[in-house]
Every structure is written in C-alpha cells, then in structure tokens.
C-alpha cells in the first residue's frame, strides 16, 4: 500500500504517556538499506510482519512516500538477518490524544533511553492537541530518523 505519509516527531519528557496508552507492541526492525533517497526496512510488529521502502522527505521533514507490504514473520526474520549491522527494538504505545493518537517509540537495546512521538496528520498544517507529556519538536531531525539510529545509535552519541 502506498501513500504520502505526513507526520511530526517530538522527544517525551515523562512516562506520563504510558497512563493514556491504549496497547503496548513490540517492534523489531532493520533496515536493508539506508541510502537518504530511500530506505527499505524489514519490521516485526507483534505478530506480523512488513517491508517498507520510504522516500526523501520534504524540505520540512514532515511529508514522504512511503510503501508497505504485509509479509510473513518467518519471511521478516530471515530479512532481517539481511539488514546493516545494527537492529532496532523498541515497544510502542498507541495513545490517543483528541482526535489523533500518538505513536510513542521507548527504544530497548542501543538506543535505550530515547523516547519519541510521532503523530499522522492529513496535512501538513493540521491542528492537534500536545500533551503535556511531549518534548522538543525534532520533525525532520535527521538523526532521529529510525534508519540513522541504526547506523549511529542514541547511545554514541556525544552529548543528549
């Protein structure tokens, strides 16, 4: 299924976001490959499995293409033994908030301690509400991005 996926980041800044959470998923990702113009990655979400293959952002970093095909688990996982070096693990919490709901990524592994919230928008001025919870906006941060924290992981870097 392909589309133009608009959507902002933020860091969190308290675990306050666990109490209006309504479920809880396991996520293991790799990527193989993260060129800047595209990135294909391999996920296990739960019990399913999906390739993705993303586009270049837009100058803001809010809008790009992205592609996504269900496959099997056993298929995602001899991909994933595929991908660059370092593999993601993270839970994600689905919160609703208003008439949107935030995806929050707590990282595990490499990356642990990074907390970051995406939101879906239908377009790139849309209104929605930020909950107290939410940090810093870092839309279009390209170190943010799941493909660099598989190459340069939260935990190298220099200073948070």
Known sequence: MEHLEI??????????YKDGA?????????????HSERTVRVRIKG?????TIKGMSNESGTTRFEWE???????????????????????????PVGKHSYEV????????GLIVAEIELDH?????KKPDWLGKEVTGEVKYYN???????YNQWKKH
């Open 124 to 128: 790139e001025d849309e209104v929605f």
């Open 22 to 34: 309504k479920s809880q998923t396991r996520i293991v990702q790799g990527f193989l490959n993260t």
């Open 105 to 112: 990524d707590e990282f595990l592994g490499e990356n642990k």
């Open 69 to 95: 095909t269900e496959i099997s688990v056993a298929e995602a996982t001899n991909l994933i033994d595929l991908c660059e070096p370092i593999i993601l693990e993270k839970i994600r919490y689905e919160v």
């Open 47 to 51: 019990e399913q499995g999906f390739l």
């Open 147 to 153: 493909s660099q924290l598989s190459n340069q992981p």
């Open 7 to 16: 959507e902002r980041k933020f860091l969190v800044k308290s675990n306050a």
